[in-house]
């Protein structure tokens, strides 16, 4: 069964930054896509960033293109998520997410965390 967990959410102010970490766990391929997708009140579940598994760049949203970077960790199947230039719309929980495809991260085929918490307020 895979396992994902999120840490490293908090409070910031706007214009600060924040890294997320995800680590994954259980029986997933090497090739697996990973990705977030956060939530917040009032809005529909937002896929942000995606890496499909295979060589090239991750995928990002234009919401967060430029500010948000997705990185490999050094320990296998770990994952950080830089958020810089946090603005008040960035607040929400953030989830980090495996499936077979990036067109599936945040479907029912998916596997994700708790949700790391980010809120950016002045």
């Known amino acids: 069964e895979v396992q994902v967990v999120e840490s490293g959410g908090g409070s910031v102010q706007p214009g600060g930054s924040l890294t997320l970490s995800c680590v994954v766990t259980?029986?997933?391929?090497?090739?697996?896509?990973i990705g977030w997708f956060r939530e917040a009140p009032g809005k529909q579940r937002e896929r942000i960033v995606c890496?499909?598994?295979?060589?090239?760049?991750?995928w990002y949203a234009g919401s967060v293109l430029g500010r948000f970077t997705m990185s490999r960790g050094s320990a296998k199947n770990t994952v950080h998520l830089q958020m810089i230039n946090l603005e008040t719309e960035d607040t929400a929980k953030y989830y980090c997410?495996?499936?077979?495809?990036?067109?599936?991260?945040?479907?029912?085929?998916?596997?994700w965390g708790q949700g790391a918490q980010v809120i950016v307020s002045s």
């Open positions: 997410t495996v499936a077979s495809g990036c067109h599936l991260i945040t479907t029912g085929l998916a596997s």
């Open positions: 890496d499909g598994g295979m060589e090239g760049h991750p």
């Open positions: 259980g029986s997933t391929s090497d090739e697996y896509a």
